[in-house]
T-cell receptor, first 115, second 112 residues
């Protein structure tokens, strides 16, 4: 158990809908990262937050947005969902400045299925 | 596109043998590398890392080798066990960048 929690574990929805994925980092970790993993693909970095502020942005679509709250939990919002958005979404956290050399601890993921 | 890639998508190894998983990278500015293990239904788990000022680092039953000349990284697992069955990802951090870039993964299959 990494200490990172994600809810829900599974999510099934329809095209055009909007969903919110939630992540709670390890106790004391200030950085949260979001990744998308499609079937048999590697992890695509979406976005990183550090202590409430956006720190780095990757291949995140404009239909997707995220935020980190004062209690350091984070939410990833996915809107106008398309079939191709079906994937595993992982959250990771790290302890300090959120630099690329910090060890990232991953949550168990949320499996999103868009029908 | 991604600069980190893997030579083989699937590797089958006899239980008890050593496993070697390879990874190539293309960005000479990458100076930190990590190996992650992802078991079925779980999130990636950190195994071992190495910085570019080293060419070898050892952990418990795992060794990472870095060859900067040919931009190649490998993960060696000694005495492979059934519990080592997983997908292994290499990842890199480019100097000065906040994010890490993952390769596509190699599936390690253990033969009885």
């Amino acid at each position: 158990d990494s200490g990172v929690t994600q809810t829900p574990k599974h999510l099934i929805t329809a095209t055009g809908q909007r969903v919110t994925l939630r992540c709670s980092p390890r106790s004391g970790d200030l950085s949260v990262y979001w990744y998308q993993q499609s079937l048999d693909q590697g992890l695509q970095f979406l976005i990183q937050y550090y202590n409430g502020e956006e720190r780095a942005k990757g291949n995140i679509l404009e239909r997707f947005s995220a935020q980190q709250f004062p209690d350091l939990h984070s939410e990833l919002n996915l809107s106008s969902l398309e079939l191709g958005d079906s994937a595993l979404y992982f959250c990771a956290s790290s302890s300090s400045g959120g630099r690329g050399t910090d060890t990232q601890y991953f949550g168990p993921g949320t499996r999103l299925t868009v029908l | 596109g991604e600069s980190v890639g893997l030579h083989l998508p699937t590797l089958s190894v006899q239980e008890g043998d050593n496993s070697i998983i390879n990874c190539a990278y293309s960005n000479s500015a990458s100076d930190y590398f990590i190996w992650y293990k992802q078991e079925s239904g779980k999130g990636p788990q950190f195994i071992i890392d190495i910085r570019s000022n080293m060419d070898k680092r050892q952990g418990q039953r795992v060794t990472v080798l870095l060859n900067k000349t040919v931009k190649h990284l490998s993960l060696q697992i000694a005495a492979t066990q059934p519990g080592d069955s997983a997908v292994y990802f290499c990842a890199e951090n480019i100097r000065g960048d906040d994010k890490i870039i993952f390769g596509k993964g190699t599936r390690l299959h253990i033969l009885p």
